[in-house]
């Protein structure tokens, strides 16, 4: 079992719809990361949370610490965000642990 | 946009040849750390660094090495490339004084070892 893990694997919506991946994780942590990777590989960083909810534009990210869970939800959905959403747990020692990521497909 | 820099993007090489990739950022940042991925795969940290002359090796056993003579430069050798190296290799640094903060990737090079 990783220690972080995602779901679902794949997403495909329709252009509008609310979105929500889920991430929870195993290990004690200091920060949950959320990045993006769109398809030419290249890593945005979107949100680092350690407590409540953050919110950036369309993309809102929450934490719940007792639960060891987070999630990312975009509203609105656009076929511009589609990309790969990756969550990671910062740990101890300021390392990331990553999960294997959630594949977001929007048709317009 | 982040200042953060990977050369080559691209790179096919026979086995057996030493390389060298490239990773340098422009922002002060202390903290520097090689990730390899493979496609579709989740990110693997090989190395990491949180400041001059200080190198230490990541979670995924590799058979590169690094070296952190100056702030802004963080090169990864391999001495001899192998088939199994063939990867995607992103380098990233964050400058938070505690923990990593954000971190700030470059666009990644993609290795083939032929």
């Known amino acids: 079992k990783n220690e972080v893990e995602q779901s679902p694997q794949n997403l495909t919506a329709q252009e509008g719809e609310f979105i929500t991946i889920n991430c929870s994780y195993s290990?004690?942590?200091?920060?949950l990361h959320w990045l993006q990777q769109h398809p030419g590989g290249g890593i945005v960083s979107l949100f680092m949370?350690?407590?409540g909810k953050k919110k950036h534009g369309r993309l809102i990210a929450t934490i719940n610490i007792q639960e060891k869970h987070s999630s990312l939800h975009i509203t609105a959905s656009h076929p511009r965000d589609s990309a790969v959403y990756i969550c990671?747990?910062?740990?101890?020692?300021?390392?990331?642990?990553f999960g294997e990521g959630t594949q977001l497909t929007v048709n317009p | 946009e982040a200042d953060i820099y990977q050369t080559p993007r691209y790179l096919v090489i026979g086995t057996g040849k030493k390389i060298t990739l490239e990773c340098s950022q422009t922002?002060?940042?202390?903290?520097m750390y090689w990730y390899q991925q493979d496609p579709g795969m989740e990110l693997h940290l090989i190395h990491y660094?949180?400041?001059?002359?200080?190198?230490e090796k990541g979670d995924l056993s590799s058979e590169s090495t690094v070296s952190r003579i100056r702030t802004e430069h963080f090169p990864l050798t391999l001495e001899s490339a192998r088939p199994s190296h063939t990867s995607q290799y992103l380098c990233?640094?964050?400058?938070?004084?505690?923990?990593?903060?954000?971190?700030?990737f470059g666009p990644g090079t993609r290795l083939t070892v032929l």
């Open positions: 990233a640094s964050s400058g938070r004084d505690r923990g990593i903060g954000e971190q700030f």
């Open positions: 290990v004690g942590i200091s920060a």
């Open positions: 949370l350690s407590s």
């Open positions: 990671a747990a910062e740990t101890s020692g300021s390392r990331l642990t």
């Open positions: 922002m002060g940042h202390d903290k």
């Open positions: 660094s949180y400041g001059v002359n200080s190198t």
